[in-house]
């Protein structure tokens, strides 16, 4: 079994969720009282955040490549980073490591094409919402086409992933917000949604909502079980 080197603490709820579903993962596929050989190196999230904000990647990249790189010191075989949002930087921290890192989007991306689904609704941070380096993967390297709610939307999106979810707080106020939301974008025409935060699935599950849900946390964690276990078939980047 390979070691799984576990980047976290954007939030510690998603990564305590990661945790969670890996070593259930392992346990599944192994049986016995089998779990997953890993690291994790946890973050503040409170520093990222104010990066996030402020618009300073360059400092949040930094970051992001000396916890990387302290994971690698610690003998992982191979890295995920437990958070969608920081993907913005997985090229960089991957150019700063010599393990493969398991990438958030093809992960789900894989999943979806599976499902036949082609539109995607995409639900998550403003930056992940807006920016191109989670849609335009998904679109470029998969296929898919994208959609996002609207701009009044996507801060609803985002002030409840940052004002609650994160800090463990489930409003039901706030999942009729998301239903709402999702209701619209399958109106467009999206036959799924991507919950492209890893907070987003401890308030909306598959009986909330009318169409299929990729849930990035649970993918996340099914790539790195299937990639920890040398199934290569279903190994994302094994470089």
């Known amino acids: 079994m390979k070691t799984i080197g576990l980047l ?50 360059d400092k949040a990249t930094g970051l992001m490549i000396e916890a990387a790189q302290q994971i690698e010191r610690g003998g992982a075989n191979f890295l995920l980073i437990c958070t969608n949002t920081m993907h913005k ?42 920016e191109e380096f989670y849609k335009g993967r998904l679109a470029s390297h998969h296929g898919l086409d994208v959609f996002v709610p609207d701009e009044e939307e996507r801060q609803l999106v985002h002030d409840v992933i940052y004002q609650e979810l994160c800090l463990g707080k489930i409003e039901p106020d706030s999942r009729r917000t998301y239903q709402r939301v999702i209701q619209k974008l399958v109106d467009k025409g999206c036959e799924g949604v991507i919950l492209g935060c890893t907070e987003i699935s401890l308030l909306i599950n598959q009986g909330d909502v009318p169409v299929p849900l990729f849930d990035t946390t649970a993918l996340h964690a099914e790539a790195a079980v299937a990639y920890a276990l040398k199934d290569e078939r279903l190994a994302l980047h094994d470089h």
Do not use: C
């Not at 049986?31 to 994790?40: E, L, R, T």
């Not at 493969?100 to 093809?106: E, Y």
């Open 8 to 57: 976290g603490g954007m939030s510690w709820e998603s990564s305590s969720e990661y945790y969670r579903l890996i070593n259930q993962g392992i346990n599944r596929k192994l049986g016995g009282h089998h779990s997953a050989k890993s690291i994790m190196v946890s973050v503040d999230f409170e520093e990222v955040k104010q990066y996030q904000h402020h618009g300073e990647w």
């Open 89 to 130: 930087m997985a090229d960089d921290v991957q150019k700063a490591i010599r393990i493969p890192l398991v990438h958030i989007a093809d992960a789900t991306a894989q999943t979806i094409k599976e499902a036949g689904v082609k539109k995607i609704g995409l639900l998550g941070t403003k930056f992940t919402m807006e």
